[in-house]
């Protein structure tokens, strides 16, 4: 993407208190991106503070609940009239007990992670989009998880059909767009130990992150939707 030299690039981060969310507005920083973030409303300072008071007049921190819409309609109202390069929603989360076969899940536990991890992502996206360059890029954190011809092991049932869920509505909405020179982007992080992937996990945020980032922005520039890992690899649909 070409820009003139007064042009400071600037995200729009859905889910950054924490985790690769939070990992994420940093590695923009370093970049030398101003970064608007997102974080829930009552949970106090959070590591997106920290890094406000790091980097002065470079972070805007909002409040989102991603799963209320009232919440995303006011957010939009005090976005209007700015212009972001990218927009990417980050937030997400898993059942109580990932170990539940489909059929054992609860109906409110599946319907709580679909809202939050499939339905809520993709109002973001249909909100907030036209804030975003004609030639930025719109973006979701996805997972490898949510790829139907990898799955070969079964396990973490629901948030695998959560995530698959996303992927389809994303590409419903790419096919809406494909008249556009907008890049969009489903991005599986790998899994990384956070508090949502565990202490299991076979990747350190460091070792997932700047990788990610460094995908999304080498994503600008090339239109429609792709659906990548950190490494910038395909991912099976």
């Known amino acids: 993407m070409h820009r003139t030299s007064a042009h400071i690039s600037t995200v729009l981060l859905i889910g950054a208190s924490r985790g690769l969310g939070h990992a994420m507005a ?3 920083l370093k970049k030398g991106w101003h970064v608007v973030g997102t974080v829930r409303a009552g949970g106090g300072r959070t590591l997106l503070h920290e890094l406000a008071d790091a980097h002065p007049g470079r972070v805007d921190i909002e409040t989102l609940d ?5 919440q995303l309609r006011a957010l939009r109202q005090r976005l209007s009239g700015r212009t ?6 980050n937030a997400g989360t898993t059942n109580p007990d990932p170990t539940q076969t489909i059929g054992e899940v609860s109906t409110e ?11 809520s992502p993709m109002r973001v996206v249909e ?6 360059r004609p030639d930025g890029l719109i973006g979701i954190m996805s997972s490898g998880q949510g790829s139907v011809a990898d799955n ?7 948030y695998r059909g959560s995530k698959a869920a996303l992927n389809q509505f994303m ?33 350190s945020i460091e070792e997932s992150v700047p990788g990610a980032v460094d995908v999304l922005l080498a994503k600008l520039g090339r239109p429609g939707l792709e659906y990548l890992d950190y490494r910038g690899r395909t991912v099976r649909w």
Do not use: Y
Request: glycine content about 8%; cysteine-free.
């Open 26 to 28: 940093a590695e923009f």
């Open 66 to 70: 991603i799963t209320r819409p009232d």
């Open 84 to 89: 972001f390069d990218v927009l990417f929603v």
């Open 109 to 119: 536990d599946f319907v709580d992670l679909m809202i939050t991890n499939a339905l």
């Open 127 to 132: 909100s907030l989009s036209d804030l975003v």
């Open 152 to 158: 070969e092991s079964g396990q973490r049932e629901l």
């Open 171 to 203: 590409r419903s909405f790419a096919a809406r767009q494909a008249h556009t020179s907008r890049a969009m982007l489903l991005m599986a992080p790998g899994w990384v130990r956070t508090d949502l992937g565990g202490p299991e996990g076979r990747l």
